[in-house]
């Protein structure tokens, strides 16, 4: 199977999702390769015309020696269109551009809907992003969930050349979109030092375009005693050493999301602290009111707070690879794989033990999305009567493999539901940790 990714090289989080995805099928003996499709030279394009799929992260060529790209093709064009811009994001740069762009405005909301409506497969990495995906498409189209899986022992590697400033220190070094900036916490840095006396945090990856702002805001809330803001920014292998001079990560992307920067912050050991709905994150802190955040952040700093007891593993390269590989098998027609006994499934396996068998991988199970395609349920029972379905199947996956011939001896399969079923709109906590209450906010902050 050969698969060639085509994203931009601008070294962003999107861009290094598609290089692990690469990499990681290289290894499970995939001809795998990330392109560059703005090479002025072309390198390596013409390589690319018998590939049996195109991996669209940013733009596929439409020209290639003044002709079109895919009539070039010698198979069957086929593309996968991973959706890496968070759904409220790319409507609001698009409605951005609109206002001030006359030429090419819109572009990522028309660039995601032509990718809803004429892909070979739509691949997500946000639970939450697939389930709106799911719902702005057409009633038999398929969201796939693929992990976001990372590097963990080039994370996991480093060291310490020092302790940075502040007990404890916050680092974060988010993208400046408005979505994920730690502006919020910039603002009112001072009611949490009223607590943690020399807490210091540290932001920096600021355009210089952002950062005279920033000066004047630090500046006037006083925040610009307990801060370090700038618009330095490292590579990877330096990255990694600061996750090991710092006490937490403060992941500031809203709604709860997780990213590539959060995965690698886990990776590397650093507890990671974000919004609830963030499954590998340490500790949660309220959305919504500032104040309630400084709440949470005040007592996690203290250690009043024990960490997720939920927290889930950080995927890895491999498992992503193996989770998108199966989706390619299924656009292509192919039989699929079965990772967990290195075999491939028979097609005449019921379509629900198939994808039982395919998310069969662990304690990252539920994470797993079904690839049939789902119903777009009406009711809270339709959703409750699918997912009883669904995770049943995982159950008796044991019965379906015995009868491939596999070796069960070294397999461990789930024999209880992985995770409690859904309620059709969860209900976030109001408290982020509701065993430990937060220490009670300054009188300077108090409502």
Known sequence: MKIRHWCSPNTSGMHRVAASMARGELMLGVDAKLMDPFDPAHTGWADTLDAD?????????????????????????????????????????SVR??????????????????????????IAFVPRHRDLYDL???KRTIVDLVPMGVDVAFWQGGQSFGHYAGRPAFFNCENAYSFKWAVDFLRVWPWVR?????????????????????????????????????????????LRNIFKQVDFYL????????????????????????????????????????????????????????????KLPIPTEEEMARSAINVYERVLDRPRTNWLVGAQLADALDP???????????????????????????????????????????????????????????????????????PVIPEPSPEPNPEVRPAALPAAVAE
Not at 61 to 79: I, M, N, S, V
């Open 194 to 238: 009223q607590e943690l006396d020399d807490a210091v945090l540290h932001v920096t990856n600021i355009p210089v375009t952002l950062q005279r702002f920033v000066d004047v805001l630090i500046a006037r809330t006083g925040s610009v005693f307990g801060t370090v803001a700038g618009s330095w920014n490292y590579d990877q292998a330096n």
């Open 136 to 138: 702005a498409t057409d």
């Open 352 to 422: 629900m033990i198939v994808d039982a068998l395919l998310s069969t991988t662990g304690p990252g199970l539920h994470q797993s999305a079904p690839t049939t395609p789902r119903p777009k349920p009406s009711t809270a029972r339709e959703l409750q009567s699918y997912y009883q379905s669904y995770y049943q199947a995982v159950n008796d996956a044991a019965t379906s493999v015995a009868a491939l011939g596999a070796d069960l001896a070294s397999v461990e399969l789930p024999v209880e539901l992985p995770v409690e079923l859904p």
């Open 97 to 122: 551009e609109g206002e001030t762009n006359g030429y090419n405005a819109g572009m990522g909301l028309a660039q995601h809907q032509r990718g809803m409506q004429e892909a070979d497969a739509i």
């Open 251 to 310: 992941s500031t992307v809203r709604y709860g999301d997780f990213n590539r920067l959060s995965l690698e912050a886990g990776a590397a050991g650093l507890p990671v602290i974000s919004y609830p709905g963030n499954p590998y994150a340490d500790y949660w802190m309220r959305e919504g009111d500032s104040r309630f955040a400084v709440r949470d952040l005040i007592a996690i700093g203290k250690g009043d707070v024990a960490p997720r007891s939920e």
């Open 53 to 93: 799929l195109h991996v669209n992260h940013t733009h596929i060529p439409e020209l290639f020696d003044g002709k079109a790209f895919h009539k070039q093709c010698t198979k069957p064009y086929r593309w996968a269109f991973p959706v890496h811009g968070t759904p409220e994001l790319v409507f609001e740069m």
